[in-house]
């Protein structure tokens, strides 16, 4: 479904010919076609993923995100948040008692681009009123949260990962905690 991505880097959920849920049906369909799979019933099916993915158990906080949270609170530097996600995250880092650490935060679904859409790095840059080179932006894929920031002047790192190979050209972080020590705050 990426090859068939909103023009321009537009949210995925909110600009689905039919909206957020629209989009979310389409992409489990898809995954149950491709694998064959006419076991289960798409309504009930899709209510089930659908749920679970905003279960908050499901997910986990690096383990030093904390760690560098403190560290950077007492340096009096801002933390925000972007992301690709649909309208659920916000509700889901509440839940989680993540929502208060970041400010700003920004949801392509919300905001309306997603990464690599130099508009919302933009946006982030306008609303922490820093400039270019006091943004630092960690993520987990090299082209949309390593280059685009890049580009607009921030210092960019990309967290290691399983799935990514050593890159040399690439700032690799294996924690968040390592950023205390990798940069001259």
């Known amino acids: 479904m990426s090859t068939r991505a909103p023009s321009d880097h537009k949210d995925r959920y909110i600009h689905h010919k039919n909206g957020h849920d ?9 995954f149950l076609n491709y694998i064959g799979s006419k076991r289960y019933p798409m309504a009930e099916l899709y209510h089930s993923i659908f749920i679970r993915f905003e279960d908050e158990n499901l997910w986990e906080v690096e383990g030093t995100f904390f760690e560098l949270y403190e560290f950077i609170k007492s340096k009096g530097i801002g933390f925000g948040l ?15 008692r993540l929502l208060p650490y970041f400010d700003p935060v920004l949801i392509s679904a919300e905001f309306g681009y997603e990464k690599p859409s130099l508009k919302i790095f933009q946006k982030a840059m306008e609303l922490s009123g820093e400039s270019p ?5 960690v993520g987990d894929k090299p082209e949309l949260d390593y280059y685009p920031p890049r580009k607009l002047g921030w210092n960019s790192f990309i967290i290691k990962t399983k799935r990514l190979p050593e890159d040399n050209s690439i700032q690799m972080i294996s924690t968040l905690s390592e950023l205390i020590h990798r940069i001259d705050w």
């Open 22 to 30: 629209g989009y979310w049906i389409e992409l489990i369909n898809t």
């Open 82 to 96: 972007i992301s690709n996600w649909d309208l659920r995250l916000r509700g889901l880092l509440s839940r989680m």
């Open 133 to 137: 080179e006091n943004h630092i932006y």
